[in-house]
């Protein structure tokens, strides 16, 4: 569904985009910017994240934690995608003057992701 929301967040804001669009800042400021087709990006990374990156991690974490090690996974590619997801947003409203700073945005993704980590590890060891 994260991802579904990247890609629909794209295709909605697309014709509303200034030419360049801003992917890096620094104190409020715009630092570095791209054609605004790079939107499709935020998208992009999370299905390779999906594709590639879980694979990848669930092999890993099967070495080291031989349980839960897809759940974890999935957590910490849902996770990333949200803050891809997020950042998304960020660059729209930014775009649109509606927001300036980043890390606030980002510490409430932190904050909710673990809030939901504390939340699923206390449903598993309590689950009957």
């Known amino acids: 569904m994260i991802t579904a929301a990247c890609l629909i967040i794209a295709l909605l804001v697309w014709p509303g985009l200034p030419e360049k669009i801003p992917i890096q800042w620094n104190g409020g400021e715009i630092s570095s910017a791209v054609s605004r087709i790079f939107i499709f990006a935020y998208p992009l ?8 990156l879980r694979p990848y991690l669930q092999k890993k974490l099967q070495r080291y934690i031989w349980m839960y090690n897809d759940l974890i996974s999935d957590y910490l590619i849902n996770f ?3 803050v891809v997801l997020s950042v998304e947003i960020f660059t729209v409203l930014y775009v649109h003057g509606i927001v300036k700073y980043v890390t606030t945005l980002l510490m409430v993704d932190s904050a909710v992701f673990f809030g939901l980590l504390l939340l699923g590890m206390y449903k598993l060891v309590n689950r009957k």
Do not use: P
């Open 45 to 52: 990374v999370c299905i390779v994240m999906r594709i590639l």
């Open 80 to 82: 990333s995608c949200f």
